[in-house]
């Protein structure tokens, strides 16, 4: 008979370690099982910038999260404002005409309050100045809504949440793969390990992340084409939690036909890797096209480069990129804007054309058919509107294009060499579709009843994000729900009613 946990958790990324965080606070005993080995437990979490999007009222309710309100930037620093109703309208944005859901309420409602529980466990957070601000008259302008994140990035944010829950007395286990729930008289009450093995709890918490990383389940449930897509993150998600939970009855919920996807180096391997050096980690993305414009095999834009900022975009930007010919493309930006692109793009390994005249560039790119791409970049050229100044600290209204396929803004001439075309595909993120939870944590049957002992947090999700995604919500989101989870998962111990409220 093995012991019997209060919570097991399956997962270590933010989702899992906030839940286990919020349970050890109410004094449960925690187990936190992790397939991966110690370098890669921690999930997609600890590939990310850390980057948290939050509600906030002032530029002042910010100063008691940052790490270094010392900062002699600080000062200098409008961080605007960024309120429940913008957090809302960007959600909806996304939402295709629906209304918000309850994920989406809850996620806007409860994300400046979790930011400062977490900040209350010891995680700091510092301002994105490098990818959120431009300055302008000496003042630091953040746009876009997203302003700080973890110190250290996703793997700071992974070390000061691991710090957390062990410090509350929960234990972490890696290389322990959960393989499939135990259910006795309708109830959840512990794991079977892929070894075979048991563990016994009164509370499973899943976990363990969409199904990004099956190549199967993303043919299957997004769609054929996303086979060829690159995984940004860790190998691991699987959708192992997701079947299981399936399998016992639990609903399907959220757009299945929708998923988190930016553009990326062509030539990068199939998965994240962690291995290279910190700062370097999101060297694969290629998201600043807003800079210059985006090219098919063709030789054709297909999207409208600058029709908002980037982190509007860009996690839609992905799905585009692998629709088209041969599931690529190529940004192409001239020297102007070499100093504005991510830092990203003059990493060591990043992938790219160079030529001092944009014939000889294009005739570099191989598999893109040169003479139409200069047709295309010779009207865009021609069109670009030269009364507007350029300005990227807000929506400038600088526009090029034709009326079928405008650039709202950031429109510049291609017309100062050295010119650089990075080749890009379709890389995904992770999954939007997933399980259906109540108001606690619980994951609901296809009935809406409450599976007794069941929780969910993180990517798995569903209802959280429609057909796309303000940047910088995910860890916010897997933070709120996670400390709901790990929370609930306790009061259900101490005997209150489990069932939906
Ligand atoms: C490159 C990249 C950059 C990103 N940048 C940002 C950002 O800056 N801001 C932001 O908000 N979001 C960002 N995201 C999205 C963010 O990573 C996710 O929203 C978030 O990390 C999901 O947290 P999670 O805990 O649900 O999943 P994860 O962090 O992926 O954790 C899931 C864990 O479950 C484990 N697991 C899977 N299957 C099993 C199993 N069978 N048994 C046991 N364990 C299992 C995995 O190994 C993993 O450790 C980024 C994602 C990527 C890939």
Redesign the pocket.
Known sequence: MSDLWDVII????????TAGIAACEKGAKVLM????DQD??????????????FAYETSEALIPLLSHPDDPRVPRANFGTYTEDKFKADLLGFNDGAPLTPEQETLVSKSYATMHWLAGHGVTYEPIWDRQSFEKEGEIIFWGGLTL?AEN??VGLFEMELAAFERLGGQLRTN????DLIVKDGAVCGVIL?DGSTLDATSVIL????FESSTQMRADLIGAEWKHAK????P???G??LMAAWAIGAQKYGRFDGC?ATPMDYFMKDF?NLDIPHGE??N??KISYFLGVMLNENGARFVDEGIDFRNYTYAQFGRAVLQQPGHRAWQIFDAKVFDLLYAEYRFHDAHFEQADDLPALLAKCDGLDADAALATLTAYNASVDTAVSFDPTVKDGKSAGSANLSKSNWAQRLDTGPYRAFPVTG?I??TYGGLKISQTGQVLDTDGAAIQGLFA????VGGVFLNGYP????????AVF?RIAGAASVEGLEGSDRSVS
């Open positions: 399956v997962g270590s990324g933010n989702a899992g370690l099982i992790e397939k991966a890669m437990a921690g999930g997609n979490t600890k590939y990310t910038a850390g980057a948290m999007r994140a990035e996703g322990t793969e959960f393989a892929a976990a363990c992340g969409g995984v940004r993150g860790t691991h998600n699987t192992d939690g988190h994240g980690r999101k694969y993305r890389g993120t992770f947090c993180g990517e798995l940047g910088g919500s995910g860890l916010t989101s897997g996670g």
